[in-house]
Each structure stands twice: as structure tokens, then as C-alpha cells.
């Protein structure tokens, strides 16, 4: 009977090893599977951090502007003026070379748009500077309406190359 104790015994001390050996093997594969998971949680936090610094080193965009000739429009009259004139030189930025390519394509259109809209114009409205934002407005939602069906041009900016008024 003594030998059948010593394999049993024995053999226990086998099992006991192998669970242990198990055990370790176990740990270390979370181990592992945790660092993994640490690694590319720190990934994907350093490409969210890495985007707008991407973004930052990109070159700006270059701006598209739209060359018009100059108007000079005689503005309504208000009770105390009996005749004004505007000469106006305009530059439209705009967003893109489609916007550019649609406005040149549709100018004769664009340039009555304004004429009218700067005929409307008393010089009281215009000569301040509110009154020349208001007016750089006014231009901008003028142009952007539909020129073809589905088609307006983004007018970003309209900045005036002439501005005189007597």
C-alpha cells in the first residue's frame, strides 16, 4: 500500500504543478489581454489628439474671389438731396471654384442684381460704416440666390475696391 500512497501523493504534486502552470498561464494571457486593451485605448486618445494638429498644420485654404467691374448708380433720392451718385468697385470672395465659374457664366444677371439693389440705396443708409456692413450684407444674399435652378454661388465676403459717394 505504501506505493500506491507515493503515486498518489505524486501524482498530486503533478496536478497541483500543472493547475499552477494553468493558473500562471491564465494571469499572464489577461495580463496581456489587458496591456493590449491599455495600448489602443492610448491609441485611439492620441489620433483624436492628433487630428486637430493635422488640421492646424494643413495649409489654409486659398480664396477664390470674383473680379466685377465698377457700377455707378444714381442712389434714390431723399427729400433733402435732389441727386446722388455711387461708384462702386466690388470683389467677391466666394467658396469655391464652382461658385467663381457660375457667377462668370451668369454676370449680365449678377450685375443687374446689384444695379438694382444700389439703385434702392439712399446715401444716408450707406454712408456710415453699419450702413456699408449692412450693404456688404444685402450683396451677399443678393448674388447667392438660385442664378439656374439648384445652382447659387456661396458669396463668402464682398469687399469693395471703390467706394465713392457725392
Request: aromatic letters at 6%; glycine letters at 6%.
Amino acid at each position: 500500500m505504501s506505493k500506491k500512497n507515493q503515486k498518489a501523493s505524486g501524482g498530486g504534486k503533478k496536478s497541483s504543478l500543472a493547475i499552477l502552470l494553468m493558473m500562471l498561464i491564465a494571469v499572464g494571457a489577461c495580463a496581456l489581454a489587458g496591456y493590449t486593451f491599455y495600448e489602443m485605448k492610448n491609441m485611439k486618445a492620441g489620433a483624436k489628439d492628433d487630428a486637430p494638429a493635422k488640421v492646424k498644420n494643413a495649409a489654409p485654404a486659398v480664396p477664390v474671389y470674383v473680379q466685377m467691374d465698377t457700377f455707378t448708380v444714381s442712389l434714390k433720392p431723399e427729400a433733402n438731396d435732389s441727386d446722388r451718385v455711387l461708384y462702386i468697385g466690388l470683389t467677391l470672395r466666394v467658396k469655391d471654384a464652382e461658385s467663381k465659374s457660375l457667377l462668370e457664366e451668369y454676370m449680365p444677371e449678377v450685375r443687374s442684381r446689384l444695379l438694382i439693389l444700389l439703385a434702392h440705396q439712399t446715401a444716408t443708409d450707406i454712408s456710415s460704416d453699419e450702413g456699408k456692413t449692412g450693404l456688404t450684407e444685402k450683396i451677399k444674399e443678393t448674388v447667392s440666390k438660385p442664378l439656374a435652378p439648384n445652382h447659387s454661388a456661396v458669396v463668402t465676403d464682398v469687399l469693395f475696391n471703390a467706394f465713392i459717394l457725392r
